[in-house]
């Protein structure tokens, strides 16, 4: 789900059609890419090159649609606790309904 937070922490504005939509399968593989590489090296055993070479793309190219590591690892918590409360949610309403 992108959000406007989403888009100002990864770096871009809003973008519709075909640009926005591959905009945001590479932030997704960007994302994808870079939980692989925390949850194998750790974050501080990690670099911003390490994910660029996973992606086979330049430093450069990632700092396009990335601001930071630090950011990657925000998104990837902000995505975790997003997932979560929908999962709670679906099971309160089971019980609810």
């Known amino acids: ?3 406007k937070g989403h888009s100002e922490k990864m770096g871009r504005t809003r973008q519709t059609g075909r640009a926005g939509l591959r905009r945001r399968l590479v932030e997704r593989e960007i994302l994808e890419r870079a ?3 925390f949850a194998e090296r750790g974050f501080a055993g990690t670099t911003v090159q390490d994910i660029a070479d996973a992606l086979g793309m330049s430093r450069p190219a990632l700092y ?3 601001k930071s590591k ?3 690892l925000e998104q990837l918590v902000e995505n ?4 979560d409360a929908e999962v709670l949610e679906e099971i309160r309403r089971r019980r609810t309904g």
């Open 80 to 83: 975790l606790s997003i997932n």
């Open 64 to 66: 396009y649609y990335v």
């Open 70 to 72: 630090d950011v990657l």
């Open 35 to 37: 939980a692989e590489l």
């Open 1 to 3: 789900m992108a959000t």
